[in-house]
């Protein structure tokens, strides 16, 4: 093993090496990455490494790679240094399975690292670390030709050692879609001294082309003067094609959604041209001839069902016709559209309506607001069981939007069955007006209209509506 | 004061226009209908000019030409644009409502399911028309 002496410097170790470890000769944890305690979160100073990692010192060949295990099941392949100074070891490792995420990266890129006298040793030392790394990474001399690679730039560009060396990277790695802009801002900040970070198309050597987040920056002499320019590649190219993959699907999805939608629409509005037509044949039959009563009891029951039908059919047509793109954004006194609600609904006799105090003003769309505040009153007066029914209604303001409540002295609801209330595919049919999808109607205008619904129900009492919009 | 009116009904559904002739009986209707099973038959009966229809109940799901397309031609067109259209539908859908009214519709009604309330309907509607003053 070659001994070197180095400098220990936390802050540049820290964000240069993403994982390493400093013991001392008894092997005492003496210093570590961060990064690495967020594998190995029991870690800390004090800590023995023997009891941690299970090295056996008398066995530890620090010529040989040491793997350790972490709790969270990611292996790490160490390589030891010893300091021939005063006998530290320290411990450089690279993550069997991981390539370091970009976030770390950028740690290691804003530092502005300083050599110190005994650069040799340092280099030795950069360049075991840099050889370990997953990304590659490139050092170039002065004036920005190729000093050397790691193993990792040779397997990810396809180009040999000999192939590159003395070469302007740029020049072996970016094509004819390189981005012009990204090269130039490359070489504005290289020759400004300044640290560089963006993504672009490099080429192997085989002509494939392939992403990669490139960051690096000048090394300086203690002078100030730019001794070498380091950066570090990572292939990004699979995040890239993940990207715009799951753009694809996502746009994908929306198609077919929106298919699914239309076909909704089409085929309920279909179907309720015959449910209409068996239904005036069966009056017309009815009219038409003198039935006994059993038949004539069977043709209700037709009649009754295809009322049913009907009703659901139009709940679906409700609801599939609610889409985004059809909302038209204006200023709506909320005073006159529960007005219009009530207006709208056959309030029975016994149950008063209540409104506590004046409604505010709110952007969205007129008809489906309407209609989300019609369904959330029309289900509470469908649930209503005491003699006097009372619905009141209700807001408050925050900062963030409002807030209404539509409160009923109803039969409320169970709590198995309030997580299921304003899904589609649980609806209840509970009488003979409803078509069950009232509420799925009224969770799907507020979701548009980016607010939320919810409600607090206690059996007996009464359920409360929450519907919160957005200013 | 009733004047008998000349109505040009544009549906496809043969049980539906059964249907349509049986109101006109039941309610001892003497009016003129003049059926057509598609936009397209509609616009040839508008362009012979044998019987210039005073208003036009019209389906808007239909084959071939559609409702909304039969309705624009009729609104286009110097020679017809002045007949009353009453769209007659199961369709409650927001949007063609209001590209109905848009392009220029005397009435939009909804075809309730029981054959009863139809009758009521189509009874008001028929008085209504007929008791205006039409060109």
Same mark, same amino acid.
């Given at each position: ?11 540049? =170790? ?16 003496? &210093?570590?990455?961060? !990064? ?6 029991? !870690? ?31 292996? &790490? ?21 991981? &390539? ?7 740690k290691i890129s804003n530092s502005n690292l300083k050599l110190q006298d005994r650069q040799e040793d340092q280099l030795v030392l950069l360049s075991l670390i840099a050889e370990k790394n997953i990304n590659s990474v490139i050092i170039c001399d002065s004036e920005g030709n190729i000093e050397w690679v790691n193993s990792s730039f040779i397997a990810m560009s396809g180009f040999s050692i000999e192939e590159v060396l003395g070469k302007k990277p740029g020049h072996v790695l970016q094509g004819k879609e390189t981005s012009v802009e990204q090269i130039n801002y490359l070489k504005n900040q290289i020759r400004n001294g300044l640290p560089f970070k963006c993504e ?7 002509? #494939? ?12 002499? /203690? ?6 320019? =380091?950066?570090? #590649? ?68 037709? #009649? ?25 954004? #204006? ?31 709110? /952007?969205?769309?007129?008809? /489906? ?63 003979? /007006? ?38 | 004061?009733? %004047? ?19 109101? *006109? ?5 003497? @009016? ?6 598609? +936009? ?26 559609? +409702? ?13 644009? @002045? ?10 859908? @927001? ?11 005397? +009435? ?12 009521? *309907?189509?009874? %008001?509607? *028929? ?9």
């Amino acid at each position: 093993m070659k001994k070197i002496q180095f400098e220990f410097d936390e802050s540049s =170790f820290n964000t240069l090496f993403p994982y390493f470890i400093l013991l001392d000769k008894n092997y005492i944890v003496k &210093f570590h990455s961060t !990064l690495l305690a967020d594998y190995f979160p029991e !870690l800390n100073d004090a800590t023995s490494l023997l009891d941690h990692f299970k090295i056996n010192p008398s066995n530890t060949e620090l010529t040989e790679k040491v793997t350790l295990s972490s709790i969270q099941t990611k292996d &790490f392949q160490l390589i030891g240094q010893i300091n021939s100074y005063n006998q530290d070891l320290l411990f450089i490792g690279t993550p069997n399975d991981a &390539f370091i995420s970009s976030e770390k990266l950028n740690k290691i890129s804003n530092s502005n690292l300083k050599l110190q006298d005994r650069q040799e040793d340092q280099l030795v030392l950069l360049s075991l670390i840099a050889e370990k790394n997953i990304n590659s990474v490139i050092i170039c001399d002065s004036e920005g030709n190729i000093e050397w690679v790691n193993s990792s730039f040779i397997a990810m560009s396809g180009f040999s050692i000999e192939e590159v060396l003395g070469k302007k990277p740029g020049h072996v790695l970016q094509g004819k879609e390189t981005s012009v802009e990204q090269i130039n801002y490359l070489k504005n900040q290289i020759r400004n001294g300044l640290p560089f970070k963006c993504e672009l198309i490099n080429y192997k050597k085989s002509g #494939e082309k392939y992403w990669v987040k490139i960051q690096g920056q000048a090394l300086y002499s /203690r002078e100030g003067k730019i001794l070498k320019y =380091f950066a570090i #590649e990572e292939d990004i190219s699979k995040n890239i094609a993940l990207k715009s993959q799951t753009e694809e699907l996502a746009s994908n999805f929306a198609k077919t959604n929106k298919d699914l939608e239309s076909y909704a629409l089409i085929a309920s509005h279909d179907l309720k041209a015959p449910i209409r037509s068996i239904y005036s044949l069966i009056t017309i039959i009815k009219d038409d001839n003198e039935l006994n009563d059993i038949s004539n009891d069977y043709l209700t029951i037709i #009649e009754n069902k295809l009322e049913k039908m009907n009703l659901q059919i139009e709940g679906i047509l409700d609801y599939a016709q609610i889409n985004k793109e059809s909302f038209f954004y #204006e200023d709506v006194n909320c005073n006159e559209i529960i007005k219009n609600s009530i207006e709208n609904l056959n309030i029975p006799e016994n149950i008063e309506i209540k409104i506590l105090q004046n409604l505010p003003t709110i /952007r969205a769309d007129k008809y /489906r607001l309407q209609q989300l505040f019609q369904k959330v009153i029309c289900n509470a007066l469908n649930f209503i069981d005491k003699p006097i029914g009372i619905v009141e209604i209700d807001y408050k303001e925050d900062k963030k939007g409002y807030i209404f409540s539509i409160k009923d002295n109803g039969k409320g609801v169970a709590l198995e069955c309030q997580k299921h209330l304003f899904d589609i595919s649980k609806y209840f049919i509970n009488n003979n /007006r409803s078509t069950g999808l009232g509420l799925s109607i009224a969770k799907k205008i507020v979701e548009i209209l980016n607010g939320k619904i919810w409600i607090e129900s206690e059996l007996g009492v009464g359920t409360t509506f929450f519907i919160e919009l957005k200013k | 004061m009733f %004047k008998l009116l000349n109505i040009l009904f544009v549906e496809d559904d043969a049980i539906e226009v059964m249907m349509f002739v049986r109101v *006109l009986q039941k309610i001892g209707s003497n @009016h003129r209908l003049i059926e057509a099973s598609n +936009g397209e038959e509609a616009l040839a009966i508008l362009k012979a000019k044998e019987i210039i229809p005073d208003i036009i109940l019209l389906d808007l799901n239909m084959p071939k030409l559609n +409702g909304i397309e039969f309705l624009k031609i009729v609104k286009s067109n110097e020679a017809t644009r @002045h007949i009353p259209v009453i769209i007659f539908t199961t369709s409650n859908n @927001h949007r063609d409502i209001a590209s109905c009214y848009k392009i220029g519709i005397s +009435g939009y009604i909804i075809k309730p399911l029981k054959y009863e309330d139809y009758l009521v *309907l189509v009874q %008001k509607t *028929l008085e209504y028309w007929s008791s205006n003053e039409l060109l």
